[in-house]
């Protein structure tokens, strides 16, 4: 009876030291991962290399472009400024003339304006998030 008894308790210690040891190996192999997916030192020093010396040709562009000195004259600036804001008013005139070209369309279309908008494949600035706005403070 004793020796049945030793070897059942060994039968009942076995799968519980089986599930400690499966455990164990699952826990390695995600740190054997987490260790593969990371660059070798070598590779990060060859890295770090290329980005310092993009970094350091980057600067001397930057401070090659602040000595140069090429500044935009006032008159070319107030010139693209001018041809700026008459499109923006073009715009501005377009979209309003669109939208009362539609309005017109509606008085004698017997569906929403969005049912209109869409056989039509028409696109509003809301719908695509533009914000005129935005644009009159540049």
């Known amino acids: 009876k004793a020796r049945r008894r030793v070897r059942v308790l060994g039968l009942l210690e076995g799968p519980a030291e089986l599930l400690e040891i499966g455990s164990a190996h699952r826990r390695w192999d995600v740190e054997l991962s987490r260790l593969r997916a990371q660059p070798l030192t070598s590779d990060a ?10 970094n350091e040709r980057k600067a001397s562009k930057l401070q090659g472009l602040k000595e ?4 935009m ?10 041809k ?3 499109y923006l008013q073009v715009w501005k005139r377009r979209k309003r003339t669109a939208g009362e070209v539609l309005d ?4 004698g279309y017997n569906k929403p304006k969005k049912a209109l908008y869409e056989s039509a494949g028409i696109e509003t600035d809301e719908e695509v998030k533009v914000d005129i706005r935005t644009f009159e403070t540049v």
Do not use: C, F, H
């Open 45 to 54: 020093e060859k890295q770090l290399a290329t980005i310092v010396a993009e």
């Open 68 to 71: 140069d000195g090429k500044q």
């Open 73 to 82: 004259s006032e008159a070319d600036r107030e010139r693209i400024n001018n």
């Open 84 to 86: 700026y804001r008459k």
């Open 104 to 107: 017109q369309i509606l008085e």
